[in-house]
């Protein structure tokens, strides 16, 4: 969907609408009292980031919600499932990591990152070794670039000449001399190279790249990389030719026409799609790229032709190119990411090697569980070894119902990619990945959706077929309590990929993992005996204390860089050295959230009356008693499906860990009165071969009884005074439960989706269509009990929510419906804002709106019918 500059278009909304609408319509942006928008403005909670090498820690603190609406105002198009700035983002005063320190393991070194006075820091980057890192500063509306070698313990800033503008995608060459980066100005993006051992950067490109390729709206990079970790850098640059931008047609020149003969072609409702020959040609104007290689010296050589590419990754030598390229004709159904492409192999003068895969049609795969697209579906280079690629393709043509032996084929296609493809290993799962250890051992998973089926197996990469397949785990994937945990990976410096730490006589792997259980969760980490598949406990984390290992130091397993806290200990960073049995502190950090320290939390349990196991995290207000009497208490709650009562009864989250309320406006209402269930959970679970969906309300209504119950048992709530929230499906989930339920006595809707007859081909884990279970959709949609809704709601939706399914229409016609009603309903529409909310003035105006909202039809609400306040069995209209 298009949209022309946003000021463009309010100016001409408002001449079209201004008679229409009364003066209310546009409502100021509010702010809740001084002391709520302190908290909700707060520092972050510290992050950690560990070097390469895992001899350091870096810690660093940033200031949340920078972002204010006047930075989302600049003009924007909206083409192909993207938002598309229609000029360069240079601006610096919305970045906010406000400090940042860097700590040896052994607890003798802390470096404070060097900021000027009244300064911030933007960005940071670890070099391949881990012995360097590099970060931008601003101070005085400038930014610049400084390097710290820890190992050298030495400091320095980067002098450039005629650097300005918004710094970042530091990006270190691997044998760490040159840090290449980009400044944004008014004019465009230019790359940059910082000499390291000297001190100075020098500019490489003019304002020529891509930013609307890069900056994550088709691609996941900066629009320029190192080849192989070295020079040169392959870049996406505007085309020479590109010209100006198109002109925005006021008079049709003709009719909009799509078309569909005989082809299925199911696909989900998305947001910003293309709808006209003008958004193609903006399309084609902003996207375009031109693939060229740039030399440290500033030659620029163009490799192959004009194009958007939506990937272009080397091969592990640096020796080719694996580029995918749109093609037309373009849909008008789908975004970008599931346009006709083909994807080919180029060497590094742009000559295609190979086509690997052309598709002339937009594909998406069907909702059905376990459906793919038919042919080859996933391409990428084979991390070991210097230039081969893996590929799978459907044995089944992609339909989960045909009857096959095996489901997927993985083969693989080495340099110089003249010879057959070869098939390597088949799967009677859909494939899941593989994880390459060695020439002669990797581990190979498929799983397929229905049933939560997950297998993992040791295969030999050198063998014909992979071998034979030893299997390692077969489990459900819902089931918490048996996961085994994911590899520990550590950065390999001379590849710079990430790669299984292995023990010194290569014998051993190491797994870490949640450590889920009845009790709680308990962090371990194992290790992987290569030789026989067996796991051996090293470590686990032990009661009072909650201790999760963020990495592996040593490859022999004897040190661990953990976070340690406990009920009254806020988080902190501790070196384990299971050797010795002892325990280094390494970071002081103190509460990252004061405010909040006098606040109660308990992690609760409670049953449902169908035995499926429930829990909640319960926060209660700073110096409350039972005493005081019962309080009023809002729900934020997400529904979850799941395939069996089992899964779906497991403990998450652990009772001695360091609780505090995040910053969502929700938690807020702590500071106001209220109490807080937070994350109650709404499991749905498919019973004797049902999907989970066919008995949606029932289960829904009978969690939040159950719920409900449990706090008003406990003797904190006041049954008649729980309202209850959510964002997104939470907020479908509102809407469902005001409409089957009198359980609450009003609901809070963040953009959310209430007809489901508008997402037909699927919806979360919803794997039928609309025409094949009508009743499930019907059943499901509160906008059909837009009448039956007769408590107050609020709802709320961004005008340029981008999420799947959640289009500002849904919000719209159920307000519609509820007014059309009777019922008492406040629509709140959030301008520029996308499906999670942003800006500063946005937050500080809902949490108001929360506020008063729940003041009057909550806290202040006055008593409703006895009926509706007994306990037991749920509440029906």
Known sequence: MTRIPYRRVISTACLMLAPLLPAWAQQPYQSPPADLVKILEAPANPVTSISPNRRWVLVTVSDPRTITIGDMADSAYYLAGSKIRANPDYRIDNLGIRSGTVSSIDGKIEWPLQVPAGGRIGSTAWSANGDQLAYTTISNGAMSVQIL???????????????????????????????????????????????????????????????????????????????????????????????????????????????????????????????????????????????????????????????????????????????????????????????????????????????????????????????????????????????????????????????????????????????????????????????????NTAFLTERLSRGAKQRVWTIDPSAPNGGTPKLVWDRSAEDRYSDPGTWVLVQDPATERFVPLRSTDGRYLYLRGTGASPEGDRPFIDRFDLTTNKTERLWQSAAPDYEQALQVVDRDANLLITQRESP?????????????????????????????????????????????????????????????????????????????????????????????????????????????????????????????????????????????????????????????????????????????????????????????????????????????????????????YANKINEPVLLTHGQRDDNSGTFPIQSERLFAAIKGNGGNVRYIQLPLEPHGYTARETQRHLLWEYINWLDRYVKNAPPRAATSATAGSPIPK
């Not at 300005?164 to 044998?175: A, E, F, P, Q």
């Not at 944004?184 to 230019?190: D, L, M, V, Y």
């Not at 020796?319 to 995918?324: D, G, H, P, R």
């Not at 429930?614 to 008693?625: C, E, Q, R, W």
Request: hydrophobic letters at 35%; proline letters at 8%; a neutral charge.
């Open 149 to 439: 070698d820890v190992a050298a313990a030495r400091a320095r800033r980067i002098s450039a000449s005629g650097l300005s503008g918004k710094i970042r995608d530091l990006d270190w060459s691997r044998d760490g001399k040159n840090l290449a980066f980009t400044a944004t100005t008014s004019s465009g993006t230019a790359l940059w190279v910082a000499d390291v051992v000297n001190g100075t950067a020098r500019r490489l490109t003019g304002p020529t790249i891509n930013f609307t390729t890069a900056r994550g709206n088709i691609v996941d990079d900066p629009g320029c990389n190192w080849l192989n970790g070295k020079a040169p850098l392959v870049c996406r640059l505007w085309a020479s030719n590109r010209g100006a931008v198109p002109k925005l047609s006021e008079v049709p020149t003709g009719v909009i026409v799509q078309e569909s003969y005989g082809r299925s072609a199911p696909v989900r409702t998305y947001e910003y799609l293309l709808q006209s020959p003008t958004d193609e040609a903006l399309f084609d104007y902003y996207f375009n790229d031109q693939l060229s290689l740039i030399g440290l010296d500033g030659k620029i050589t163009p490799i192959g032709q004009p194009g958007i590419h939506t990937r272009v990754t080397p091969s592990p030598n640096g020796s080719y190119l694996l580029v995918e390229t749109v093609q037309r004709p373009y849909s008008y159904q789908v975004p970008i990411d599931v346009f006709p492409s083909r994807t080919e192999i180029w060497s590094l003068n742009g000559k295609v090697v190979r086509e690997i895969r052309n598709s002339h049609v937009a594909e998406e795969a069907p909702s059905a569980r376990d459906a793919v697209i038919g042919g080859i579906r996933f391409v990428n280079w084979r991390p070991d070894d210097p230039a081969t690629l893996v590929m799978v393709e459907a044995l089944d043509k992609g339909n989960p119902r045909n009857t096959v032996p095996k489901r997927d084929q993985v083969s693989l296609l080495s340099a110089p990619f003249t010879g057959e493809i070869k098939p390597f290993v088949q799967t009677e799962y859909r494939y899941g990945g593989i994880t390459w250890i060695s020439p």
């Open 568 to 784: 009254t200990d806020p988080p902190n960073i501790f070196v384990r050295d299971l050797r010795k049995a002892s325990l280094t502190q390494i970071t002081k950090l103190g509460d990252p959230a004061p405010y909040f320290a006098n606040v109660k939390s308990q992690l609760i349990t409670y049953t449902r009356p169908d035995g499926v196991k429930l829990s909640a995290t319960l926060y209660l207000p700073a110096g409350y008693d039972k005493s005081q009497g019962r309080l009023p208490f809002f729900f934020w709650a997400y529904p979850r499906e799941f395939q069996s009562a089992d899964a779906a009864s497991q403990l998450a989250g652990s009772p001695y860990q360091f609780k505090r309320p995040a910053r969502q406006n929700y938690l807020m209402l702590l500071m106001h009165g209220y109490g807080v269930l937070d994350g109650p959970t709404m499991p749905i679970v498919g019973a004797n071969g049902k999907e989970p969906n066919d008995t949606y309300i029932e289960q829904l209504v009978a969690s939040a009884q159950a719920a409900v119950d449990k706090i008003v048992d406990m003797g904190v709530a006041d049954r008649d005074r729980v309202g209850i929230g959510g964002h997104s499906y939470g907020a479908f989930m509102t809407l469902n439960l005001l409409a089957h339920s009198d359980i609450f006595r009003t609901g809070i809707a963040e953009s959310g989706a209430y007809n489901r007859t508008l997402t037909p081909f699927g919806f979360q884990s919803e794997p039928r269509t609309y025409w094949e279970a009508p009743e499930v959709y019907n059943a499901m949609s509160p906008f059909n």
